[in-house]
């Protein structure tokens, strides 16, 4: 009964192709995001939603588009594949908006790999 | 802006050696501080949190102390296990903010 799902959990393509990697949290909670990890371990903000609303939006190529159909699902479509975005990239969800309260809970991860 | 500075690894230990992460932070205003873990091919999950200065967060054997006055939130354990090797996260968030921050992650490899 896993608490944050992502699918897929790996996924090999080629550059140019366009994917989706979706995700969905049981938690009742109402703030949902996705970071990327690269090969370092580095990991970057992305998006994130609040009830289906947009708050944060880092500097990404508008390739990526992010989509919540509702507060317990987000979703990442990536365009036009390259290199460069080879990653893991990995969704999470709080309760609430300030971190001060709320802890993020992650998913184990979506690896892509762009050949 | 906002930013978390960790010490760089792979930190590698005999098992019951003492440890220590550093974690220094740049914030304005009154952040929580925060360490996370991550285990091979899994998630990060939330290890121990602190939310004031002064305040010590512990969970496993690990705790951290918010130190307002040299902006350090250092991680510890007295004893390692070989399960403790990971990838240690700290991380801050609030200052007025929706973003929490982290630091670049410290390999942990324990040895037996």
């Known amino acids: 009964d896993t608490a944050v799902s992502q699918t897929p959990k790996y996924l090999v393509t080629q550059m140019g192709n366009d994917k989706s990697i979706k995700c969905e949290q049981n938690?009742?909670?109402?703030?949902m995001y996705w970071y990327k990890q690269d090969s370092k371990k580095f990991l970057k903000i992305m998006f994130s939603?609040?009830?289906?609303?947009?708050?944060i939006n880092e500097t990404v190529p508008n390739r990526f588009s992010p989509k919540s159909p509702d507060k317990a699902h987000l979703n990442l479509h990536i365009n036009s594949l390259e290199l460069g975005d080879s990653a893991v990239y990995f969704c999470?969800?709080?309760?609430?908006?300030?971190?001060?309260?709320?802890?993020?809970?992650f998913g184990e991860g979506s690896r892509l790999t762009v050949l | 802006g906002d930013s978390v500075t960790q010490m760089e690894g792979p930190v590698t230990l005999s098992e019951e050696a003492f440890l220590t992460i550093n974690c220094t932070y740049t914030?304005?205003?009154?952040?929580?501080l925060f360490w996370y873990v991550q285990y091979p091919g899994e998630g990060l999950q939330l290890l121990l949190k602190?939310?004031?200065?002064?305040d010590k967060g512990s969970n496993k054997g690990f705790e951290a102390t918010y130190r307002k006055e040299t902006t350090s939130f250092h991680l510890e354990k007295g004893s390692v296990q070989v399960s403790d090797s990971a990838v240690y996260f700290c991380?801050?968030?609030?200052?007025?903010?929706?973003?929490?921050?982290f630091g670049t992650g410290t390999r942990l490899k324990v040895l037996a």
């Open positions: 939603y609040n009830n289906k609303e947009l708050i």
């Open positions: 914030a304005t205003g009154y952040p929580s």
């Open positions: 938690l009742g909670h109402d703030t």
């Open positions: 602190a939310t004031k200065a002064d």
């Open positions: 991380a801050l968030g609030g200052s007025g903010t929706y973003k929490y921050i």
């Open positions: 999470a969800s709080s309760q609430g908006t300030s971190p001060n309260t709320g802890e993020l809970f």
